[in-house]
């Protein structure tokens, strides 16, 4: 069993940064890949990056490409989602997951343990 607890969120003005992180309990977590999703209000969970177990490939939507970076300390059991550059479109809250490895790891139904979230506010 994993469980997730993100933290890290806020309100911020446009053109700053966040750092968000995901810290994991249970042993079998630095064998998963982790997740970042977010999801706004009426609108559906949408991918933000992954990570795979070892932290060497990372992924990130084209949405935020260049401006959120994924990354992961194993030896802290936490994953962090580094965001700049940030626009009020990227107002969410902000979930991480974590499964074992899948090619889909842009769908939310390849990960299996989920955080509650932590809300992400952009000021204009």
Known sequence: QVQLVES???LVQAGGSLRLSCSASGR?????AVGWFRQAPGKEREFVAAVT???VNTYVAD????RFTISRDNLKNTVYLQMGSLKPEDTAVYYCAAGY???????PD???YWGQGTQVTVSS
């Open 110 to 112: 390849s990960y299996n």
């Open 101 to 107: 490895y899948r090619s889909t790891y842009y769908r």
């Open 28 to 32: 079998t977590f630095s064998s998963m």
């Open 63 to 66: 949405s935020v490409k260049g």
């Open 8 to 10: 890290g969120g806020g």
């Open 53 to 55: 177990w070892s932290g």
